[in-house]
């Protein structure tokens, strides 16, 4: 097979993937959607219909098992899947990161890990958080000391995603106490290993599909190749692959806002006031193409840092500013498409508010608009001095 025969192979697999994405979103996230939050559930058994899709392999090589495809086809599965449940979108692509990372950098390990990562059988986290160091990632105190031909593990992690159940964990520990990024590894832990001790999950105000909890490590005892990343080699991994998680948050906002423009403008059709549809005023109607032209903004900039992050390219910048003007995008344009749906817009079977706490959340996550803004802005006070 050439390499152009390849591509449209590709590019074809691509599109059967978002169009049973945007199935599966419609058909089985969004009835169920409600009902999460409702009940605080974080729904094991509906990320596991998704992993019989072969999801959770979508980066994963073939000869792994995986569906071999690139980071923008996982980046535009999320966004469809955020449409429907932003918290069900990023609690199934942090399961399917550490497959494709330990794919990538620790194949001893993928072989132990990947068939029940693939399956969903067992759920993956990242973590980074500690009770005490967040946007400060340099400041954590959680450590790895070495013991013989081992490494012992003390202290704890929270806000992290999936950690209601996961136990496939990708954690930093400090190794060098004092010594900030360049002391910092990252090990793989094995939650069902003694040493392990799950807190409760996080009470939210909503959005518990996506199972935020955190954990502890006492006297948790790693091999010495459960270390994935070198100390000095962590913090530089974690930096460059973060880049392509602010992408797809930043994709997600997209995947919302366009759900919340579809539901408002059918209603518009729908609904009258003074003898007309909502659509046929143009003061109501103006919101709707205002929330199309940064939408469609918001979208350049998304594919802009895919394309980077898929050639393997530097994506700081780019994924930075996606991710920053899609929140904002998604904060401004969420409650304004929800105000034009009158009260009905905060009924619990419209996703208006989980999309909003969907929105304030991807202003946390992988980066606070705030660092990533400083990062943008420092290299102006650089160049100027
Ligand atoms: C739902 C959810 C899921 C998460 N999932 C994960 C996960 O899976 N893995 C993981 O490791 N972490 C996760 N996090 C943690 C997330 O990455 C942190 O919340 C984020 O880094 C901010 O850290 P913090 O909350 O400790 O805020 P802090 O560091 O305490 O900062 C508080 C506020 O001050 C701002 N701030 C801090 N320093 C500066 C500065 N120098 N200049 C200007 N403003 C500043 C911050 O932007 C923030 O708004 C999750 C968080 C949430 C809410």
Redesign the pocket.
Known sequence: MDATTEGSGQEAQVRDLLREARDFADRVIAPRAEGWDRENAFDTDTLREAAALGWFGLQVPRDRGGMGLPFSAKSQLVEILAGADF?FA?SLV?TMNIGYKLARDAPHLAERYLPDLLSGRRLA?????EPG?????GAIVTTATRDGESWVLDGG???????AASDVILA?AQTEPGSRGAGIAAFLIDGQRAGFLRRAP?A?SG?HS?G?GGFELQGYRAAADEMVQAPGQAFRYALNDINGARTYVAAMCCGMVEAALKIASAYGRRRETFGRRLVEHQGWRWALGDADVDLAAARALVRAAEARVDAGAEARHEAARAKIFATRMAERHLPALGQLMGAEGLSARYPFGRHMLGAK?S?????????LL?GLAMRFAKEAG
């Open positions: 918290g990023l942090n986290s990242t973590a980074l958080t160091a967040g946007t400060d990632f992690k929270a806000w992290i995603i999936n950690a930093y996080f939210l959005q996506i935020v959340i202003g946390l996550v992988d980066g606070s608009s705030e660092i400083e």
